[in-house]
């Protein structure tokens, strides 16, 4: 954030530890307990389509935890964080999805080209909407 302020700072590392605790909630097998850090009119974009609010959400995160077999680790990079409001920030970023094989070794699912879009409210920041666009593969 170019000529930004402590407030501003505090602001943009809030959000980004958010997209953290999203991230290690999926990683760790607890996606459900990531609700909480949506707004109850939150939209989410997945590979399966849009989801709206909390209702669509948690389904798709009980979803996500009952894939007991599915082991994953996110690596946030670039991720840029632009005030688009004053109570709202854009955070973007890369995201590298490693899976583990039945092997237990580790393999780059995909990489994805994130946006979420963080809204202050009276419990602190929420992700109000969430984007992903896989890269496409290497040829």
Same mark, same amino acid.
């Given at each position: 954030m170019t000529g930004a302020g402590p407030s501003?700072? %505090?602001? %943009?590392a809030a959000? /980004? %530890?958010l997209l953290v605790d *999203?991230? #290690?909630a999926i990683d760790h097998g607890r996606a459900s307990e990531a609700l909480d850090? *949506? +707004?109850p009119d939150a939209s989410f974009a997945t590979g399966d389509g849009q989801l709206?609010? $909390?209702g669509e959400i948690a389904a798709f995160l009980t979803a996500r935890e009952a894939e007991t077999d599915r082991h994953t680790a996110h690596l946030i990079g670039n991720d840029i964080v632009? /005030? #688009?409001? $004053?109570d709202e920030l854009e955070l973007k970023a890369m995201l590298v999805l490693h899976r583990r094989a039945h092997d237990g070794r580790w393999h780059i699912e995909r990489i994805l080209d994130t946006t979420q879009i963080f809204q202050r409210t009276i419990a602190g920041w929420r992700i109000t909407a969430? +984007? +992903?666009t896989p890269l496409p593969p290497p040829r």
């Open positions: 501003e700072y %505090a602001d %943009a959000c /980004r %530890a *999203f991230l #290690t850090l *949506f +707004t709206r609010g $909390h632009n /005030r #688009t409001g $004053h969430r +984007t +992903t």
